[in-house]
């Protein structure tokens, strides 16, 4: 696989973010991806990243930005597609099937494309399915659940937890830990004595 993404051919796609979120976007990224939000004269907004050719084009209904264009091309280390396009995927669980077309130079693979695969933020692909497994291990620990429940009936998680899935979950129950006990010392340091 290369390391450059020539273009994504995409298949299909949903997605649907507030408003705000969108917005805030830019700020969130920082240095990571330079992009900006422009408003289009159709009143499109249109999140590009600087000085490149790849961008998502949001239509504006209320307080929500629904995904109505996807073009990447040109990505240096895919980095539109893993941080922006992928990242809000996966946060906002979105669907999306795309095809991958590599730098034909860096590619050593017999076929000049991958086919991505991502359902309802969910998905294998490396880098993002981190990011998928830990979106679900903070909505179900917001929820007081277990990853993949769907909170209705009590009813089991639709698949089991991947040894990636264990590991964060392992990891955010140690950091709330740590937390508590920061918050627990900081509490009593602040008591008048």
Not at 14 to 22: I, N, S, V
Not at 105 to 117: D, L, Q, Y
Not at 123 to 146: D, N
Not at 171 to 178: K, Y
């Amino acid at each position: 696989m290369g390391s450059r993404i020539e273009t994504v051919e995409v298949l299909s796609f949903r997605l649907e973010l507030p408003k705000l979120a969108l917005e805030r976007l830019p700020t969130e990224l920082g240095s990571a991806v330079a992009v900006r939000l422009e408003r289009d004269e159709d009143g499109t907004l249109v999140l590009e990243q600087q000085g490149q050719d790849s961008f998502l084009r949001f239509h504006m209904e209320g307080d929500a930005a629904e995904l109505v264009e996807i073009c990447v091309s040109q990505d240096a280390q895919g980095a539109f597609f893993q941080k922006v396009l992928g990242a809000l995927m996966v946060r906002f669980q979105g669907d999306l099937r795309a095809r991958l077309v590599f730098d034909p130079r860096e590619n050593t693979s017999k076929e000049p494309w991958v086919e991505v695969s991502i359902e309802r933020g969910r998905t294998s692909w490396p880098g993002l399915a981190t990011q998928s497994a830990a979106v679900r291990l903070a909505h179900a620990a917001a929820e007081g659940g277990s990853v993949g429940a769907s909170g209705e009936g009590g009813e089991p998680p639709e698949e089991p937890l991947t040894a990636e899935e264990e590991e964060l979950s392992r990891l955010l129950a140690r950091a709330d830990s740590e937390w508590q006990e920061y918050q627990r010392l900081k509490r009593m340091r602040q008591q008048p004595k």
